[in-house]
């Protein structure tokens, strides 16, 4: 995108930009039959929900005080997914 611009603002030829445009694309596919990349989901998890409240949530549905239904809404995650996350935050409980 940037060197789109800047061939457009006439700061870098099309000579240049193709050139660059070339090596951008092979590391593209290069990347994609490695099978990098997609992120791991339990780690994504961690950031957006969060340790602390992911288990402040689980021990409040545990205890009664909150429903799953509220739990499920309040990360994001449902049945088994977040049977799972109970689990994976046991030691943080």
Do not use: C, H
């Not at 090596?23 to 039959?33: K, L, M, S, T």
């Not at 949530?57 to 499920?72: H, I, N, P, S, T």
């Not at 995650?77 to 943080?92: A, H, I, P, Q, W």
């Amino acid at each position: 995108m940037a060197a789109r611009r800047a061939l457009d603002l006439e700061l870098i030829d099309r000579t240049a930009y193709f050139a660059f445009y070339r090596v951008w694309e092979a590391d593209e596919r290069r990347g994609q039959r490695s099978g990098e990349g997609g992120g791991n989901f339990w780690n994504n998890q961690n950031f957006r929900v969060g340790k602390p409240f992911g288990a402040t949530v689980v021990r409040a549905v545990k205890e009664g005080r909150l429903l799953y239904r509220d739990a499920y809404s309040l990360t994001g995650l449902k049945g088994e997914t977040f049977n799972k996350l109970v689990e994976r935050l046991g030691d943080s409980l």
